[in-house]
Nanobody
């Protein structure tokens, strides 16, 4: 089975930065893609950023230029560097992954990001 564990969330002031990590473990030969999603209270879960095995990235328009997704293949870990954080970025951030040329998406437990003065 595949497990995803997020870390790095917390409280930050507007304009500040946070770096989220997502460590994948289990029966993994290849990580096909990893992504970050977020869900704020009363809102639907939305895609934030994705990265494929080939290194292609995709970002939501709302975070483009401020957030950067990356990965460390040796550690089966993805990162989300979040800069210039805004109050509207506050949400629970979830890591997702597809592995082994499969279609099933695996999800982490989420990590809370709070942006407030």
């Amino acid at each position: 089975q595949v497990q995803l564990v997020e870390s790095g969330g917390g409280l930050v002031q507007p304009g500040g930065s946070l770096r989220l990590s997502c460590a994948a473990s289990g029966s993994i030969f290849r990580i096909d893609a990893m992504g970050w999603y977020r869900q704020a209270p009363g809102k639907q879960r939305e895609l934030v950023a994705t990265i494929t095995a080939g290194g292609s990235t995709n970002y939501a328009d709302s975070v483009k230029g401020r957030f950067t997704i990356s990965r460390d293949n040796a550690k089966n870990t993805a990162y989300l560097q979040m800069n210039s954080l805004k109050p509207e970025d506050a949400a629970v951030y979830y890591c997702s992954a597809r592995v082994n040329w499969g279609a099933e998406m695996y999800w982490g437990q989420g990590t809370q990001v709070t942006v407030s003065t």
